[in-house]
């Protein structure tokens, strides 16, 4: 079946330093991934979309990669600033021209000052 | 842009009554969607409609859950009878399809005593 695999450890760095979450796939062959940023009380919020075809997206201090060899992608905040903690999800197409979406369980992040 | 609104915000019920949650989508959007999060499943896809028709609906728990979008501006979400182990935080999404990014309400918090 398919499964979605987010670190459910929470990640804890220091502010100013790059912070990288992980999203590991199986029995997908998703054409495209989002992440979206969720803080408590509130609903996901989209932050970045990384098609197939693309190794890599860039949105200011946010940058994503998609190896749909190793069924990974990584997410990184450069730079990272105390704001940025909350939990972080990602999601893939649900089935092939679907335009449902399988969610991660997220990964928290908590960028201390 | 008023973005995806739902509610109420929070409901706390008895079990056994019946349970309404309510969404109006971003206008514009064609497609909505049911989510249910919970610390144990994270965020789960319940139902999606397609221009106002239920497209996938094998996420619905079971027969007490039902759904509806009467027209393009409004949707339900009906749980009867309600059961403890549906208290979780519903969240509707709503988006243009295809690859376009999901855009989340604030969630309805349910608690079924």
């Known amino acids: 079946s398919q499964k979605i695999e987010q670190n459910s450890e929470a990640l804890n760095i220091q502010e100013g330093k790059t912070a990288t979450l992980t999203c590991n796939y199986t029995?997908?062959?998703?054409?495209?991934l989002q992440w979206y940023r969720q803080d408590p009380g509130r609903g996901p919020v989209f932050l970045l979309l990384?098609?197939?075809?693309?190794k890599e997206k860039r949105k200011e201090r946010l940058k994503v990669t998609f190896d749909t060899t190793l069924k990974q992608s990584l997410f990184h905040i450069t730079a990272s600033q105390p704001a940025d903690s909350a939990t972080y999800l990602c999601?893939?197409?649900?089935?092939?021209?679907?335009?449902?979406?399988?969610f991660g369980s997220g990964t928290r992040l908590q960028v201390q000052p | 842009d008023a973005g995806v609104i739902q509610s109420p915000r929070h409901e706390v019920t008895e079990m056994g009554q019946e349970v309404t949650l309510r969404c109006k989508p971003i206008?514009?959007?064609?497609?909505l969607f049911w989510y249910r999060q919970t610390m144990m499943r994270g965020l789960e896809l319940l139902i999606y409609?397609?221009?106002?028709?239920?497209?996938?609906d094998s996420g619905m728990p079971e027969d007490r859950f039902s759904a509806k979008m009467p027209n393009a501006s409004f949707s339900t979400l009906k749980i009867q009878p309600s059961e403890p182990r549906d208290s979780a935080v519903y969240f509707c999404?709503?988006?243009?399809?295809?690859?376009?990014?999901?855009?989340f309400g604030d969630g309805t918090r349910l608690s079924i005593l």
């Open positions: 999404a709503s988006t243009w399809g295809g690859d376009q990014p999901q855009h």
């Open positions: 999601a893939l197409e649900r089935d092939t021209g679907r335009r449902a979406l399988t």
């Open positions: 206008s514009g959007h064609n497609s």
């Open positions: 029995n997908y062959s998703p054409a495209y």
């Open positions: 409609f397609n221009n106002n028709v239920p497209i996938d």
């Open positions: 990384i098609r197939e075809n693309e």
